[in-house]
């Protein structure tokens, strides 16, 4: 009896830490979409490079960071949740230290050069870890 209760007990655990990630990394995702469009939001539209939207630009950015430094990489998926943190910061980083001074500066087309750039294919890969790190 008392090894079908520590049966139980080991099973319960499982099911709690899989749950536990189970659409963390989406929920992620969709952040980092966030920031990305906030940053696109602004370069399509010059009424939308305010003070206010630097800021909210700024905070949704942040937010993922936030988020992706109180995560846990599921047991095994180590080295695929540190290349999303590497991915994450060298995407945010270029953000804010090219694409959106860039844009600010109205340099539109030098802006857009590197979002559909680096910044895509970094977006790519964000959201392809994502789902990896998801399953």
Avoid: H
């Avoid at 209760?5 to 992620?28: K, R």
């Avoid at 230290?97 to 600010?104: A, S």
């Amino acid at each position: 009896m008392k090894k079908l209760m520590n049966g139980f007990l080991i099973f319960g655990f499982l099911v709690t830490s899989v749950s536990i990630n189970a659409g963390e990394f989406a929920d992620l995702k969709a952040k980092i979409g966030g920031a990305r469009d906030a940053a696109i939001s602004m370069l399509k539209d010059k009424n939308k490079r305010g003070v206010e939207q630097q800021k909210s630009a700024k905070e949704i950015a942040e937010s993922v960071t936030i988020s992706l430094n109180k995560m846990i990489p599921p047991s095994g998926k180590e080295a695929i949740f540190n290349e999303l943190r590497e991915t994450w910061m060298a995407f945010k980083k270029t953000r804010e230290e090219e694409v959106i001074p860039l844009i600010l500066e109205g340099k539109e087309d030098s802006a857009r050069k590197i979002a559909e750039s680096i910044q895509k294919e970094r977006l790519k890969k964000l959201y392809d870890l994502c789902d990896e790190l998801d399953k």
